[in-house]
């Protein structure tokens, strides 16, 4: 193997970090451009907005990581993608031509809808965590008022459905308000296209949900389609109307839109598509790990931060055996699986679902905890300073 290899890395979340880890750990030349200075561990962003976390809480500095990883560090975000030229160009104008391998994990793009500036994502920007905060704060101070959580869908890949952290933090605001003492003064809603939002987690946590909205006081909006937002609600397509004085919506994922302008092989969302290995179809040398990818598998696959990092694992395996002239390759689809700590603030559901099996399993106060727990062990164990857990 040529330990000079360069590699280079476009995306500085899960699937990006870890390629990079992975790869200098096997003495590859590795150099990592990301939009942001910093690892943004978007599954704790759910606390920034209820004061239970501070915005420096869920970041790790990206020079933080260089430096325990040895890696080359480029903040700039990317502009164009020529992959079959081996040319990658950035905002700044740099133009990046010197690499022997690609890994595409820049993310996703976000479907459209009319009116979508009268919103703001928990899974958007992460300067949108601060911003549902100021405006949670406002309502707080006012005393009283209607708030919508909602999540949309893509009727062409269901995979880019992100709805998790909607409902998470749906429940984190209940118990802010509750612990306030003043929760009956606020309507609390959550609205989605589907009939039944949460299925893919399976059958036993869908009936959990269910009862989870009745204890709440939490009104449901499901089964209709979004015609557009406004600054007082959100319009279906019947046009009947959902007040609100704030509406947090997540849209699901589409297309990057620098990889829609690409040379690259895509699905016809946008998504790169891949074979087993993240191999990216008819280009050498070129992968594809996380949001960025087409995923195959069954219909309850969904884009997780989990995934990127088996992908990315994968991905830095592969390369290695390739170099090596080995047989030997891992795929990712063997290990697909839902998994989620849906955090309540004072609680959480332990969420599962495989091939063989799907459940929620209940955990009063101590999920909370545990998830808190996932928190510092992403942090640290991306920073090199705890074991990684096997899995994980």
């Not at 079959?84 to 595409?104: C, F, N, P, Q, W």
């Not at 309502?139 to 949309?152: D, M, R, T």
């Not at 994922?253 to 040379?263: E, F, L, M, N, P």
């Not at 290990?335 to 959480?348: R, T």
Request: hydrophobic share 40%.
């Amino acid at each position: 193997m040529n330990k000079n290899k360069k590699v280079l890395i476009l995306g500085g979340g899960f699937g990006g970090v870890d390629a990079a880890s992975f790869l200098k750990k096997e003495n590859y030349d590795v150099t990592l451009v990301s939009e942001r200075d910093y690892f943004y561990i978007y599954p704790t962003s759910i606390w920034v907005p209820t004061h239970d976390a501070s915005f420096e809480d869920v970041c790790v500095d990206l020079k933080e990581l260089q430096a325990a990883h040895m890696f080359h560090l480029i903040v700039d975000s990317v502009t164009k993608i020529e992959a079959k030229e081996k040319r990658v160009t950035l905002a700044s104008g740099k133009v990046l031509e010197d690499y022997d391998v690609l890994i595409i994990a820049i993310g996703a793009g976000k479907m459209k809808h009319m009116g979508l500036e009268n919103t703001l994502s928990i899974c958007g920007a992460p300067q949108m965590s601060l911003d549902i905060r100021d405006r949670l704060d406002a309502l707080v101070e006012k005393g009283s008022g209607k708030i919508a959580f909602g999540f949309g869908g893509n009727p062409k890949d269901t995979t880019a459905v992100r709805g998790g952290p909607g409902f998470e933090l749906l429940f984190n605001v209940h118990h802010m308000l509750k612990k306030k003492g003043i929760r009956d003064n606020f309507e609390l809603t959550m609205f989605a296209p589907m009939v039944k939002p949460g299925a893919r987690m399976g059958p036993q946590a869908l009936s959990m949900m269910d009862k989870m909205f009745g204890k709440m006081d939490i009104g449901r909006r499901f089964g209709k389609k979004i015609k557009m937002f406004e600054n007082d609600g959100v319009i279906f397509e019947d046009d009947s109307k959902l007040d609100a004085d704030f509406t947090m919506f997540i849209p699901a994922g589409t297309g990057h839109q620098v990889v829609v302008d690409s040379d690259l092989p895509m699905n016809e969302t946008g998504f790169i598509t891949i074979n087993d290995y993240c191999e990216v179809e008819g280009i050498e040398d070129v992968y594809a790990v996380g949001d960025s990818a087409a995923l195959q598998g069954p219909d309850w696959t969904a884009k997780q931060g989990h995934v990127a990092e088996v992908m990315a694992k994968n991905t830095a395996f592969n390369i290695v055996a390739k170099d090596k002239g080995l047989i030997e390759r891992k795929g990712y689809i063997e290990h697909l699986n839902i998994i989620c700590v849906m955090d309540s603030g004072d609680g959480a559901g332990f969420v599962f679902r495989n091939n063989d099996k799907a459940f929620m399993l209940p955990m009063p106060v101590i999920g909370h905890w545990l998830k808190k727990g996932w928190g510092t062990y992403c942090r640290h164990s991306k920073l090199g300073n705890i074991p990684r857990i096997p899995g994980m």
